[in-house]
Every structure is written in structure tokens, then in C-alpha cells.
């Protein structure tokens, strides 16, 4: 009777356990794949993050761009995005500032998910070969590559925005397909009382009457491509980076009008408007232009050299 039990209990046992292990030996050898590579990736990125000085450029740059543009952009896209921090990566090492941000494997693998990790990592690492070496030049030294997510229809002047002539390479180029984007219009509304505190606590001469807003706010300047270049406040000028800054707007290409009391503020673009906008390129991307036109077309000018 007792070995009926054993026998009996010893069955239950394998009944319950045999599809577990099953399960294992099939799910195992995907997620210990996965692991792997994940595994691979971390010692990699913690061997090139380990002094910033022997910094490994062709690793480096994968986590900059990872941080810089969406991984759902077109590759040629992506493309031109890893030589703008690559150049980026290397200017910072030739004038011995800070090395652009760069973003973690745990912070990408936690961003995509173990899943999706492996595929957009191989993206990047794409990218970065089609590349390599690759950086934009002006007059023998790395450039300065700005760029943004959308512009407002067109990007800007560096040499007016900026206030620079050394940067001749970011003139103003349309890119009209920005307008599609749905970041291309935002409009907010905020209370008067709201606009002079968030004024006054950014800059503390601000000092406005709310019942004078937005009348005591005057845009005086404007560049071509429509973005503000200078904001009177009293006998406070500001710079439309600034006033944008201040009030955490998408864009300095912005128009203030009062609505019933509130004041509405109607932005075009996110971001400064300089440089490569983004989801241009990636319109461009989309109609099979490369990533080489695409650079020569919001940079022009500029040589892609080999560092």
C-alpha cells in the first residue's frame, strides 16, 4: 500500500512539473539570448565609460544618440543624427568641455523594454557603422551642429539668432513639412497672475502689474523665419530664448494675444529652430534622400570628413 502512495504521489509531482520545465527549455534559451546581448552591451558601454579621456568614440556615440532623437526615426535619419554627435563628441574632446549626454544601457533597456532592446540597439549600431569616423567640418575644425525637433516652417539664421559670423553654415532653410507635425502648434492659455509670477520668479526685476498683461509684454523683434529675437517688459528687454525659457513655451516663434481674460500664447515649432530640424529629416528620410543630403541640405557648407 505505502509503495502504491509513493508511486501515486511521485506521478502527481511530474504531472505538475514536466510542463514548468518544458517551458523553460523553450522560453530559456530566448530570454538567455536576449540576456546575453544585453550583457554584451554593458560591459561594452562600462569598458568605453570607464575614462572619459580614452573615451571609445564609436561607442559613445550610440548612447548620445539614443538620447538625442527618437529610435522609431528612419535610418537615414538616425544616420545623420549619430554624425551631428559624433561630431559633437569629438569637438568636446578638442576643446576640452563636457562630453554631450549620453544615455545608459539600463536607461534604454528600461525605455524599449528586453524585447524591443536588441532590435533598436542594432539600429544604432547601424547607424554608426554606415558612419564611421564620419563628422561635419568647417574650416578644418568639428562644427557646431545645432538641431531641433520641428521648426516652425523654417529653420533659423545662426548668424542672427546667435549674434555670430562664424557659423555661416546655419543659414535658414525651409522645411515646410514640419507643418505636419503634431508638435508643429501648441497654444496655451494662462492666467494673468500666472504669467507675472513665472516672469518675476525666473527674473526678479519682472516685476508686472498682472492687469497689464499682456499689454505691458511687447514683441520687438522678429527674424526672418518668424521666431522672436527680442521682448519688451517694462525697461527689461529680453531675448526670445529667454522669455521662452521663462514661461517653458515649445518655441521663441510665438504670438500673445488676450482671450477673455487669460492670455493665450500660440507657439509654432519645439525647439530653438537651429540647425537640423528633425522630423525634416526624417520627411526627407522618407523620401528616400540620404543621410549625406540630408546634412548638406540643413548645413550648407559644411565638409563630412574623417576625424
Given at each position: 500500500m505505502k509503495e502504491k502512495?509513493?508511486?501515486f504521489?511521485?506521478?502527481?509531482?511530474l504531472?505538475v512539473?514536466v510542463?514548468?520545465?518544458?517551458?523553460l527549455l523553450?522560453q530559456?534559451?530566448?530570454?538567455s539570448s536576449a540576456?546575453?546581448?544585453?550583457e554584451?552591451?554593458k560591459?561594452?558601454n562600462?569598458?568605453?565609460q570607464?575614462s572619459?579621456?580614452k573615451i571609445?568614440?564609436?561607442?559613445?556615440v550610440?548612447?548620445?544618440?539614443?538620447k538625442?532623437?527618437s529610435?522609431?526615426?528612419e535610418m537615414?535619419?538616425l544616420?545623420?543624427?549619430t554624425?551631428?554627435?559624433r561630431?559633437?563628441i569629438?569637438k568636446?574632446?578638442e576643446?576640452g568641455t563636457?562630453l554631450?549626454?549620453s544615455?545608459e544601457t539600463e536607461?534604454l533597456?528600461?525605455l524599449l523594454g528586453?524585447?524591443g532592446?536588441?532590435?533598436?540597439?542594432?539600429?544604432l549600431e547601424?547607424?554608426a557603422?554606415?558612419?564611421?569616423g564620419e563628422i561635419?567640418?568647417?574650416?578644418?575644425?568639428?562644427a557646431?551642429?545645432?538641431?531641433h525637433a520641428?521648426s516652425?516652417?523654417m529653420?533659423?539664421?545662426?548668424q542672427?539668432?546667435l549674434?555670430r559670423?562664424d557659423?555661416?553654415?546655419?543659414?535658414?532653410?525651409?522645411s515646410?513639412?514640419d507643418?505636419?507635425?503634431?508638435?508643429?502648434?501648441?497654444?496655451?492659455?494662462?492666467?494673468?497672475t500666472?504669467v507675472a509670477?513665472?516672469l518675476?520668479?525666473a527674473?526678479a526685476?519682472l516685476a508686472?502689474?498682472?492687469?497689464?498683461?499682456?499689454?505691458?509684454?511687447?514683441?520687438?523683434?522678429?527674424?526672418?523665419?518668424?521666431?522672436v529675437?527680442?521682448v519688451?517688459i517694462?525697461?527689461v528687454t529680453?531675448?526670445?530664448?529667454?522669455f521662452?525659457?521663462?514661461?517653458?513655451?515649445?518655441?521663441?516663434?510665438?504670438y500673445i494675444?488676450?482671450?477673455?481674460?487669460?492670455?493665450?500664447?500660440?507657439?509654432?515649432g519645439?525647439?530653438?529652430g537651429?540647425?537640423?530640424s528633425q522630423y525634416g529629416a526624417?520627411e526627407m528620410a522618407?523620401?528616400?534622400?540620404?543621410?549625406?543630403?540630408?546634412?548638406?541640405?540643413?548645413?550648407?557648407?559644411l565638409e563630412?570628413k574623417?576625424?
Amino acid at each position: 500500500m505505502k509503495e502504491k502512495i509513493k508511486t501515486f504521489f511521485s506521478i502527481c509531482v511530474l504531472v505538475v512539473a514536466v510542463p514548468y520545465i518544458v517551458t523553460l527549455l523553450f522560453q530559456g534559451n530566448e530570454t538567455s539570448s536576449a540576456q546575453k546581448s544585453i550583457e554584451k552591451i554593458k560591459n561594452e558601454n562600462t569598458d568605453v565609460q570607464s575614462s572619459e579621456s580614452k573615451i571609445d568614440v564609436e561607442e559613445y556615440v550610440k548612447g548620445v544618440v539614443a538620447k538625442q532623437i527618437s529610435l522609431e526615426s528612419e535610418m537615414e535619419t538616425l544616420k545623420a543624427q549619430t554624425v551631428i554627435a559624433r561630431t559633437m563628441i569629438v569637438k568636446a574632446q578638442e576643446d576640452g568641455t563636457d562630453l554631450p549626454e549620453s544615455m545608459e544601457t539600463e536607461e534604454l533597456l528600461e525605455l524599449l523594454g528586453q524585447k524591443g532592446f536588441e532590435e533598436k540597439y542594432s539600429a544604432l549600431e547601424e547607424a554608426a557603422a554606415s558612419t564611421r569616423g564620419e563628422i561635419l567640418m568647417w574650416q578644418e575644425k568639428p562644427a557646431e551642429p545645432a538641431y531641433h525637433a520641428v521648426s516652425a516652417g523654417m529653420t533659423r539664421s545662426g548668424q542672427i539668432a546667435l549674434g555670430r559670423e562664424d557659423v555661416p553654415y546655419m543659414e535658414a532653410v525651409e522645411s515646410q513639412k514640419d507643418m505636419l507635425s503634431p508638435d508643429y502648434l501648441k497654444v496655451v492659455f494662462m492666467e494673468k497672475t500666472e504669467v507675472a509670477q513665472e516672469l518675476q520668479a525666473a527674473d526678479a526685476s519682472l516685476a508686472l502689474n498682472p492687469e497689464e498683461i499682456p499689454g505691458n509684454i511687447q514683441i520687438t523683434g522678429r527674424d526672418d523665419s518668424g521666431y522672436v529675437t527680442q521682448v519688451q517688459i517694462g525697461e527689461v528687454t529680453l531675448s526670445g530664448e529667454q522669455f521662452r525659457q521663462y514661461l517653458g513655451l515649445n518655441s521663441a516663434c510665438f504670438y500673445i494675444k488676450e482671450v477673455e481674460g487669460q492670455v493665450r500664447i500660440l507657439t509654432k515649432g519645439l525647439g530653438h529652430g537651429l540647425g537640423l530640424s528633425q522630423y525634416g529629416a526624417n520627411e526627407m528620410a522618407k523620401e528616400g534622400k540620404d543621410y549625406k543630403e540630408i546634412l548638406n541640405y540643413y548645413y550648407q557648407g559644411l565638409e563630412l570628413k574623417s576625424y
